[in-house]
Each structure stands twice: as structure tokens, then as C-alpha cells.
């Protein structure tokens, strides 16, 4: 059960990779019916994807710098969602330098209340909120930014079919343009606008091209090793890849090792204090 659209996925960016992934599980439409859907159905459909009531998953994010120097980054991650709000937290074990990290985000469906998040940094011992003009910037040093994480809101953009059929990895897909509908919007994300290929039979978008509001830079996120886990589309690897200029910079990689869907959580995990205390 999930309720905006997220350019990742970590799948919203799927729990990173659900939290950051574009997943769901919808019914295979019929050539009629895929015909008649204009840029706004598709995306719509996209939105209310379903991705479970929980999930928890065991990950791996990959840093790699220009010279192609890795720095791998153990997490877990932990979603729930009700129909007033989904709640997310990502808890980072791994290296030392990391370890006891943690990002935790509310995503209220009631769109009068504002959404909220926050991060612990143990050094620190202090759980800092991040405001909402922060959300354009990196998460954790990687290329996906808070925004990609939090999500954005299927409202918030204007879309266009780009192109009604292109295969990717041999998959027949969608072309969507998503442009931001003020410059809110520009501002809360950093991205002028993007173009998304959406596949035809499960509305899981696999590429993304993002143009990055500062730096003349361009974003290429990609979602692979896609596979039905407990009834949920689950995309395994989400990439994210800046270029500026044309020139590769640098890129992030999001790997799932492990993931369960509608297992019950405890309330507690998604509160402040257990940020402090750890899980």
C-alpha cells in the first residue's frame, strides 16, 4: 500500500529499495486497455502501487567515486504503512564510521499535515529534523537525495507520453515526462524535471532521467534484478549515476540481500528514542 510516486524506490528509494523502489502489484492490462491510458493514468497507477502493509530488509549501499573507489555501507530498513500514515526507518550498521546511524521519515496521507523526518547521528548523540529545504541534498553522501527517499507527491507534477513504446532490458515500456508543477516544487527537490520508462505489465518504472536543478548535472537511476517477493514486484538494485557535462562523477548503488513483506513490527521502531537507543 503505497501512496505517491517515488523516483527510486532507495524503491521509495524499494524499503529503501520500497522506501526508494517503484513497486507494485496491479493486474497486467489488455493491449485496449494500455491504449487508452493517457501520461496522468499511468503515473496515477504507478502511485498507488502496492508494496505491502510492512517490510523489512537486510542492504548494501555502494559509493563510487570518480576514480571508481567503493565505499559499501551496511543497512536495514523498515517500513509501515496504515491510511493515515507511512512511516519508514533506515538504520545503517556498518563501517564503524556509520554504524548506529539512523533516518527515520512520516508520510502523512492527510496532505494538510506536513510530512516529517529525521536523522540520528551518534556522534552527535542527537537526533537533528530535517527541514524540508534540505531535501534536495544528499542522503548519507550518496547520490539518491532526501526528496529521493521521502518521495514526492503525484500532484506536484505535470506528465507527458514521451514515447508509447521503448524496451528496456526487452521489456516493453512507457516514456513519461514529469515536470514540476511551481517552483516549490524545483526548490523542495533540486530536479527540473525527469523522463521515466514504466513498464507495461506491472507500472514498475525501471529508468529515470533526471535533470538536476543545480551543477548542470543529470541523474540516471535505474531499478533491475526485478522479481515477485511475497506477491510484491520488488526491484533488488537501484542505481543512481551523476554526470556533469556529460562526464561521469560519481554513483550510488542500493543492493537488497533480503526482504519480507506484511510481517508485524513493533510500534516503538519508528520513534525517536528507538533512533537513540538502537534496535
Known sequence: ML?????????RLATLCVILVNILCLPTLSADEGQTLNAADIMLKVDQRYSGDTSQATSVLVL?????????RDL???????????????VFRSPADVEG??????????P?????????LPALQKVKRVASSEESGAFMGSDFSYADINGTD?????YKIEAVSELVD???????????????????????SSKSWVRKDNFVV????????????????????????????????LQMVTVRRGEKQHSSVFKINEIVYNKPLPANFFDAQAMQRGL
Open 64 to 72: 563510487v567515486d570518480k576514480r571508481q573507489r567503493q565505499r559499501v
Open 170 to 192: 526487452g521489456v516493453d515500456c512507457w516514456v513519461i515526462s514529469s515536470i514540476p508543477v511551481s517552483e516549490d516544487v524545483i526548490d523542495k527537490t533540486g530536479y527540473i
Open 112 to 120: 494538510a499535515i506536513a510530512d516529517d523526518s529525521w536523522l540520528y
Open 3 to 11: 501512496k505517491r510516486y517515488k523516483f527510486c524506490s532507495l524503491e
Open 154 to 158: 503525484y500532484e506536484d507534477y505535470r
Open 101 to 110: 546511524t539512523s533516518y527515520l521519515s512520516y508520510e502523512w496521507s492527510d
Open 206 to 237: 525501471v529508468k529515470a532521467i533526471i535533470d538536476v536543478k543545480k551543477g548542470k548535472q543529470t541523474k540516471y537511476f535505474s531499478a533491475t534484478d526485478i522479481e515477485k517477493i511475497d506477491g510484491v514486484w520488488t526491484a533488488k538494485t
Open 76 to 90: 536495514e530498513m523498515y517500513r509501515v504503512e496504515t491510511k493515515e500514515v507511512e512511516k519508514a526507518l533506515i
